[in-house]
């Protein structure tokens, strides 16, 4: 089964800090990673997505991760945060098996709060 | 760009009713799914759907839970007798094809509240 852990359950920041959100996984096969955000009120958006190739992935609003394989991990950073980055964010995984049906399991989220 | 969307936003039953909330999934997408967020937790998978049939489903569908796509475009998940502790946000998704590099796009959500 699949399941994905993130440690960070709230976070505070003041804008133009520096963020990591950590993200790990737990499937045996090959699998899809996703972050995704939810602004207050608001539903679930992609942020960014990893399936193959560079496992340094670039999403909007200035955001990256990067896959680590060996370690099972799928962090999220961004070099400076704005007070508009406050929102829930969502680790993700689903199997990456052809022709499976890919139900998406999700971390518990992590808060962040940046403060102006 | 095409977008799933849902109806209602938001709503608000009593216990024991029945509800139907509603999908439109990006039109040429094959697969379906549902989710459900209850506040403060993590998303939930629910159910998959392709093929006019249930392909997975957890153990939070029992049986009070069904699934329909009556027609084309909607996709409907019905809740026979509404519990307090079904309120939560409903997400619904759609993808494409099977390839592994097509990810599940998100609806909005309806908020179901249940008095």
């Known amino acids: 089964a699949q399941s994905v852990s993130q440690h960070n359950h709230h976070v505070i920041l003041s804008e133009a800090a520096s963020l990591e959100l950590g993200c790990n996984y737990s499937?045996?096969?090959?699998?899809?990673l996703f972050w995704y955000v939810q602004y207050p009120g608001q539903h679930l958006q992609l942020l960014l997505k990893?399936?193959?190739?560079?496992?340094l992935v670039k999403g909007i609003k200035g955001f990256e991760a990067e896959f680590i394989k060996s370690k099972f991990s799928f962090n999220l950073r961004k070099p400076s945060v704005q007070w508009s980055d406050t929102a829930e964010y969502f680790c993700a995984v689903n199997g990456g098996i052809s022709g499976g049906y890919q139900k998406v399991t999700f971390g518990t989220g992590t808060k962040l709060q940046v403060i102006p | 760009e095409p977008e799933v969307t849902q109806t209602p936003s938001h709503q608000v039953t009593q216990m024991g009713q029945e509800v139907i909330l509603r999908c439109v999934p990006i039109?040429?997408?094959?697969?379906f799914y549902w989710y459900r967020q209850i506040l403060g937790q993590k998303v939930e998978f629910l159910v998959s759907?392709?093929?006019?049939?249930?392909?997975?489903k957890s153990e939070i569908f029992d049986d009070q839970f069904s699934v329909e796509r009556p027609d084309g475009s909607n996709f409907t998940l019905k809740i026979r007798s509404t519990k307090l502790e079904d309120s939560a946000m409903y997400f619904c998704?759609?993808?494409?094809?099977?390839?592994?590099?097509?990810?599940?796009?998100f609806g909005p959500g309806t908020r179901l509240t249940v008095l």
């Open positions: 499937y045996g096969g090959t699998v899809n």
């Open positions: 039109s040429n997408h094959l697969y």
């Open positions: 759907f392709y093929n006019n049939e249930i392909s997975e």
């Open positions: 998704a759609s993808r494409g094809t099977s390839g592994r590099t097509n990810e599940q796009f």
């Open positions: 990893y399936f193959s190739g560079d496992p």
